[in-house]
């Protein structure tokens, strides 16, 4: 992951008992994954892997943790366009 990079996964539900959230970023150096449950107002859950590869097993985990349909929400950059010059 480049260092302005993050993911973040949804599990299709609004409100706020229903809602849950779950992020992976980098700060410097340090991967972060941080679990949200009921919306910005809610329970955060926030933690720090050595690696990558273990910040995405983590993430795996909390996906796979709960009978949810979730999406992923990351932002990716728009595809160059060919025909522009």
């Known amino acids: 992951m480049e260092p302005s990079d993050h993911r973040h996964w949804w ?3 609004w ?3 229903a ?3 779950v992020y992976l970023r980098t700060e410097g150096d340090r991967y972060v994954v ?3 449950e009921g919306g910005a107002d ?3 859950r926030t933690w ?3 690696t990558e590869e273990d910040a995405l097993l983590l993430v795996d985990d909390l996906l796979n943790d709960q009978d949810q ?3 992923e929400l990351t932002a990716r950059p728009p595809a160059p366009n060919p025909g522009s010059r």
């Open 69 to 71: 349909n979730w999406r």
């Open 15 to 17: 409100g706020r008992l």
């Open 11 to 13: 599990n299709g539900k």
């Open 34 to 36: 941080e679990a949200r």
């Open 19 to 21: 809602r849950r959230d």
């Open 48 to 50: 720090h892997p050595p």
């Open 42 to 44: 809610g329970t955060i």
